[in-house]
């Protein structure tokens, strides 16, 4: 027998949620699950290890599971304003780029050279824009502290190092405390129950049916 879907009463009138929808999230939630098991992978190996080639290597492969992973979030999300959505996809579609680009340019492993020439996260900084636009949505809907730090911890640690605001021992810190901060949001958000995630979809099917 089949069960049939719960009806939830929206702010433009009823609706359901199906198979896609709650696929869409698990979705949403695998790319945030890559982002953090990048950010943790990445700092323990940052903290732990001397900066040896095979390290740099390692890095580099996590930096593209990170961004595979902001980008299926970002093409999953669901967010109310469409031009937000544009805009965050398309500060990720620059971040990629311009990591494709530095790889391609430079023999340095990509991180390195990041380290190396803070001016590069003009480019690359906008991935990292992206995904602190993830952290001011979900703090916003779901009103959770680590997201609350999150939302500003993140831009601190990316334009200290770009303007050399911060000491490397600083860097460190911001850095382990981003880690242990973003595997409390991944674990979190695994165990939330889906339906929050999907939102109210008569206001989706309200905005759709304005740009017809």
């Not at 949620?17 to 945030?32: K, N, P, S």
């Not at 990048?38 to 095979?54: K, M, Y």
């Not at 880690?179 to 674990?187: D, K, N, Y």
Request: hydrophobic share 50%; net charge neutral.
């Amino acid at each position: 027998m089949i069960t049939p879907s719960p009806v939830y009463q929206g702010q433009f009138g009823d609706f359901t949620i199906d198979d896609q929808d709650r696929r869409d999230v698990i979705l949403y939630r695998t790319g945030l699950g890559m982002v953090g098991l990048s950010v943790i992978l990445g700092t323990g190996l940052i903290l732990r290890l001397p900066p040896t080639g095979g390290l740099l290597q390692a890095l580099t492969a996590l930096f593209a599971l990170f961004s595979l992973g902001l980008g299926l979030s970002l093409w999953k999300i669901h967010i109310y304003l469409v031009p937000l959505h544009r805009l965050l996809q398309t500060f990720w579609a620059i971040g990629t780029a311009t990591a494709l680009l530095l790889g391609l340019m430079h023999s340095e492993p990509l991180l390195a050279y990041v380290y190396h020439n803070p001016s590069s996260l003009w480019g690359l900084g906008f991935s990292f824009a992206a995904l602190t636009g993830i952290f001011f949505k979900e703090a916003f809907c779901f009103n959770r502290l680590e997201t609350k730090c999150l939302t500003p911890l993140l831009p601190i640690l990316i334009l200290g190092h770009l303007f050399h605001w911060l000491t490397l021992e600083a860097e460190q810190i911001l850095l382990a405390l981003l880690a242990g901060l973003l595997l409390i949001f991944v674990v979190r958000k695994s165990i939330q129950p889906i339906p929050p995630d999907i939102g109210d979809k008569s206001v989706f099917t309200y905005l759709k049916q304005r740009q017809a």
